[in-house]
């Protein structure tokens, strides 16, 4: 069996306090670079990456695209409005429970 890589983003943090970068394009371009890493380090065949603000991911799907070897499935969904006194633990349990209701490659 197979374990896929699950990357979990939020690219838009919405007001989020505590982050140490609050820029959008500045949060784009790490989890893209980050994505990039492991995509050609050849550590994982499949990975799953899920971003929760309903950001546009066209960047990320061309660039998976790029490494045909590894199967990549990505998933936006838009779980970023709760209460920001909850946290960010609260928002990754979110993305973690989409991502098992909604990941082919989890599943």
Request: glycine residues 6%; charged residues 20%; negative net charge.
């Amino acid at each position: 069996m197979i374990s896929p890589l699950v990357m979990t983003a939020t690219i838009d943090p919405r007001g989020m306090t505590g982050l140490s970068v609050n820029d959008i394009a500045e949060r784009a371009e790490q989890y893209r670079s980050t994505l990039d890493y492991y995509l050609g380090s050849g550590i994982f065949r499949q990975v799953v990456f899920v971003e929760n603000s309903g950001y546009d991911l066209s960047q990320f799907r061309a660039l998976a695209s790029a490494y045909p070897f590894v199967t990549v499935e990505i998933i936006s969904c838009d779980l970023n409005d709760y209460p920001r006194h909850l946290g960010k633990s609260y928002g990754e349990m979110l993305i973690l429970d989409h991502v098992v209701e909604h990941s082919a490659l989890v599943k």
